[in-house]
């Protein structure tokens, strides 16, 4: 999944693609660098990100969104807010990336009448508040519980199941410690059964472990990307397309050869 922020403030790459030619020239390039998915977003949610008007997203996103989808490609609209999702989806947006994981009531009705795929993510707090002091327990069973429970509420709305991905929110109301944890226990959250997609790409605590800033950090989240791979997530979340997919075929490849050797043992 590659993204595209038609946002002025957003932490890696705000004002790149705040114009809709630059949008879509983004979007387009990514698909052809072999993106199965082109995520387009008008809000930053980047940690203290100020909220946007509906009318503001709108005006940045549909045009995006309908100029990629008549070009073949597969888009997915990134918003919390029932009204931008539905006219994405009338531009021809087939996925909804969700990151309060459709708490409104009106996002899971619009998502089961449209029937689009759906991304339900965990955050705590929201994007103002959401870095200030978090705290879990148990960073796994809580997030992985919130995560069950939503789909659950999404499937008593309606939702197909076998539409539903979940998304731990690496970086959203989480430590360095959170993150990593949550990367250790992806084969946990996989075990709910729906695709999992890790949004890890050139996020701070990729920054803290490397010392890079963050338009230097694709590297790393490409090694993040694999090793989130080997442990069982299906979708990558990222900024830099080709440097994932180097690093998905060499996952792919070792996951197949432990795979065929627990094949030759049997």
Known sequence: MGVVNVTPDSFSDGGRCLSEDSAVSMGLR?????????????????????EVSEQEELGRVV???????????????????????????????????????????????????AGVGVVLMHMRGNPRTMQTDPYYADVVAEVGEYLR????????????????????????GKTLHHNLALLN?????????????VGASRKAFLGALTDRPVEERDGVTAVASGIGAILGASVMR???????????ALADAMVAA????????Q
Do not use: Y
């Open 258 to 265: 432990m795979d065929e050797g627990d094949a030759d043992r």
């Open 63 to 113: 045009g995006v969104v309908a100029r990629l989808v008549s070009a073949g490609v597969l888009v997915s609209i990134d918003t919390s807010k029932p009204g931008v999702a539905e006219a994405a989806i009338e531009a021809g947006a087939a996925v909804l990336n969700d990151v309060t994981a459709l708490e409104d009531p009106a996002m899971a009705r619009l998502c089961a009448s």
């Open 185 to 197: 226990g992806l084969p946990d959250l996989a075990g709910l059964g729906r695709p999992v997609l």
């Open 238 to 248: 990222v900024h830099d397309v080709p440097s994932t997919r180097d690093a998905l």
């Open 149 to 172: 429970r939503r789909i659950g509420a999404a499937t008593e709305a309606g939702v197909d199941r076998r539409a539903i991905a979940v998304d731990p929110g690496i970086g959203f």
């Open 30 to 50: 990514m698909w052809r660098q072999g993106a199965h998915i082109v995520d387009v977003g008008g809000e930053s949610t980047r940690p203290g990100a100020a």
